[in-house]
Every structure is written in structure tokens, then in C-alpha cells.
């Protein structure tokens, strides 16, 4: 059974201060995946890796960065947060090739005041 | 780059009744199309997917048609239960883009007994 699971499911930052969200999944798949969630926009691609080391900008990678040091793991990076990064932000993960599902984590509720 | 419509953006219906819901791509390049469910305060799973290569695809009591020519492609849910109130989501993959996905904005769907 795919785990994919995320560091916090609540955070509440300050504007301006740097967030790590970390994400970790246990079937060793090569495809890791960020997205935002808000209400009547869908699922948003942030950042994407398809092997360790490597990362591909998604469609709003603005103000984001991230991190693939180890297979199983893939971290989002805030580098100064701002008010319009109040979000769900989820993390996906997937096996190699285009047909196969992307299994989510349980979701981060990220709000910076 | 691929864009995804997807309509409508909310949908009630009595229990036992159909519920249809259409996305439409710009991208003709996409060959693959999911449809995710994410209960509330759950997170996304894939409930059904179909490739470009056939024209409609049926797990139990729901169904996705495609159109290629006309890039939409619709999810039908028979004999609709309360369970099956939640948010779906539907996606398309170019394939150029291995396992990227570009999400609609959702449906929810509410389904009364």
C-alpha cells in the first residue's frame, strides 16, 4: 500500500519567514510532485522531480524552490512567505512513465499572517 | 501549454440520479486523461482513467467518454449514493511531459437523499 506523507498538516508562518515542507513516500517512486490547492483553481503545479538532484518548474513556481537530496523525499522550500501562500499545499508521488497514478499525501494547511 | 476547463463548477442531485460532469483540453498533444476524487478533508485518489486511444472506458457505475476531435472528455456516475458526494477532479497528460498532470478546477458534487 503507497504511504505518501507529509511533516505538518497544519502550519501557521509569519510573512517573511522561510517554510520547509517536507514530503516522504515509501514505494520508491521516481516521480515527486507539489501542488496547491484553492477553491476554484483545482490542483495547481508548483515544482516536480522525476529522479534525485533534479527538478522541473511546474505552472506557478514563483516564490517556491525545492529539493530532492534522497529518493524518498522532496521538499518544498518558502523562501519568504507571504499572505498569498495561504494554501493546501499537497505532495504527489508516482512510478516512472505517463499512465500510472499519482498517489497523494494527506495535505499541508499552510497559513501566513 | 495545456489548459483544462472543467464544468460545472458545483452539481446537485437526488440519489439515484446521473451526474455528468465535462472537461474540455486545448493541448491535442494530451493522450491521457484521469479523474480524481477527494473527499472532504481527504486526499485525491484516482477513480478512473482513460487514454487517448479509446473512446470510452466503464468501472461499475461510472464511465468517461472522450472526444479527441473535439478535446472534452466527461465523467458519468450511474445511480448516484451519498458516498459519492465529494470533489472530482479531472487531468490531462501531454505526453511529452511523462507524468505531468494539468488539473481542472473541480466539481463539487452534492447528491441528496
Known amino acids: 500500500d503507497v504511504k505518501v506523507t507529509q511533516s505538518s498538516r497544519y502550519l501557521v508562518k509569519r510573512t517573511g519567514e522561510k517554510v520547509f515542507l517536507e514530503c516522504v513516500q515509501d514505494?520508491?517512486?521516481?516521480?515527486m510532485f507539489w501542488y496547491r490547492q484553492d477553491p476554484g483553481l483545482g490542483l495547481r503545479l508548483i515544482y516536480f522531480?522525476?529522479?534525485?538532484?533534479?527538478?522541473e518548474k511546474g505552472d506557478i513556481p514563483e516564490g517556491y524552490s525545492v529539493s530532492r537530496e534522497k529518493k524518498e523525499r522532496f521538499s518544498l522550500i518558502l523562501e519568504s512567505a507571504s499572505t498569498n501562500q495561504t494554501s493546501m499545499y499537497l505532495c504527489?508521488?508516482?512510478?516512472?512513465?505517463?499512465?500510472?497514478?499519482?498517489?497523494f499525501g494527506p495535505g499541508t494547511r499552510l497559513t501566513v499572517t | 501549454g495545456e489548459n483544462v476547463e472543467q464544468h460545472p463548477s458545483t452539481l446537485s442531485v437526488q440519489e439515484g440520479d446521473s451526474a455528468v460532469i465535462k472537461c474540455t483540453y486545448s493541448?491535442?498533444?494530451?493522450?491521457?486523461f484521469p479523474w480524481y476524487k477527494q473527499e472532504l478533508g481527504k486526499r485525491p485518489q484516482l477513480i478512473i482513467d482513460?487514454?487517448?486511444?479509446?473512446g470510452e472506458k466503464k468501472d461499475q457505475r461510472i464511465a468517461v467518454t472522450l472526444n479527441k476531435t473535439a478535446k472534452h472528455f466527461s465523467l458519468h456516475i450511474t445511480e448516484t449514493q451519498p458516498e459519492d458526494s465529494a470533489v472530482y477532479f479531472c487531468?490531462?497528460?501531454?505526453?511529452?511531459?511523462?507524468?505531468?498532470?494539468?488539473f481542472g478546477a473541480g466539481t463539487i458534487l452534492r447528491v441528496k437523499s
Open positions: 493541448d491535442s498533444a494530451s493522450n491521457y
Open positions: 482513460i487514454r487517448s486511444n479509446v
Open positions: 522531480s522525476y529522479d534525485v538532484k533534479m527538478k
Open positions: 514505494m520508491d517512486h521516481e516521480n
Open positions: 504527489a508521488s508516482s512510478t516512472t512513465g505517463q499512465f500510472y497514478e499519482q498517489y
Open positions: 487531468a490531462a497528460s501531454p505526453s511529452e511531459y511523462g507524468n505531468k498532470l494539468v
